[in-house]
T-cell receptor, first 113, second 112 residues
Framework: QKEVEQDPGPLSVPEGAIVSLNCTYS??????FMWYRQYSRKGPELLMY????GNKEDGRFTAQVDKSSKYISLFIRDSQPSDSATYLC?????????????FGGGTRLMVKP | SAVISQKPSRDICQRGTSLTIQCQVD?????MFWYRQQPGQSLTLIAT?????????ESGFVIDKFPISRPNLTFSTLTVSNMSPEDSSIYLC?????????FGSGTRLTVV
């Protein structure tokens, strides 16, 4: 079993839909959770960075962390074709550079006009 | 957050040759990280590069195949040595910025 599980998709939605992307994990030491967006042929771009359980909102994006269930989510409201990309969750046990980042496998999202 | 300049952005190389990838950061950082992303896969950490000491390699990666230099706090190189088609991947450098990790734009390597 992988340490971080993420449905690979592809997930196809119409423009304007609410998108829900999810990851589950097994290591209870993880405390810092990140979501990255990666366009084709580009490096990952950090979207959201959260600590411990709770919600964080930034524009159309909301990140949720439920440590009791070892489950994190990224919600995208009013999805746009420009949101079409691969979304990677990542997590670590600490917030300094000595703590290794563990990635999910990525979910490919397609938003159709 | 830090800004990383990575080059080359892409290259096509003959098997048996070597390619050196460079990453320049706009601020001083203690650690730099090198990742590999094989086609359709997520990111796998190759090694962690500290300034002034040898890099620390993850399981499955060795210094002879992926030598790393870290001459100062803003720069690092990764060399992919004696390449084979199985080395065709995207290679990425990364630094930790206090509010998450920042990545370079990646080097898309194709070995023919």
């Amino acid at each position: 079993q992988k340490e971080v599980e993420q449905d690979p998709g592809p997930l196809s939605v119409p423009e304007g839909a609410i998108v829900s992307l999810n990851c589950t994990y097994s290591n209870s030491a993880f405390q810092y959770f990140m979501w990255y967006r990666q366009y084709s042929r580009k490096g990952p771009e950090l979207l959201m960075y959260t600590y411990s359980s709770g919600n964080k909102e930034d524009g159309r994006f909301t990140a949720q962390v439920d440590k009791s269930s070892k489950y994190i989510s990224l919600f995208i409201r009013d999805s746009q074709p420009s949101d079409s990309a691969t979304y990677l969750c990542a997590m670590s046990a600490g917030n300094n550079a000595g703590n290794m980042l563990t990635f999910g496998g990525g979910t490919r999202l397609m938003v159709k006009p | 957050s830090a800004v990383i300049s990575q080059k080359p952005s892409r290259d096509i190389c003959q098997r048996g040759t070597s390619l050196t990838i460079q990453c320049q950061v706009d601020s001083q950082v203690t650690m730099m990280f090198w990742y590999r992303q094989q086609p359709g896969q997520s990111l796998t950490l190759i090694a962690t590069a500290n300034q002034g000491s040898e890099a620390t390699y993850e399981s499955g990666f060795v210094i002879d195949k992926f030598p790393i230099s870290r001459p100062n706090l803003t720069f690092s190189t990764l060399t992919v040595s004696n390449m084979s088609p199985e080395d065709s991947s995207i290679y990425l450098c990364s630094v930790e910025g206090g509010d998450g990790y920042t990545f370079g734009s990646g080097t898309r390597l194709t070995v023919v």
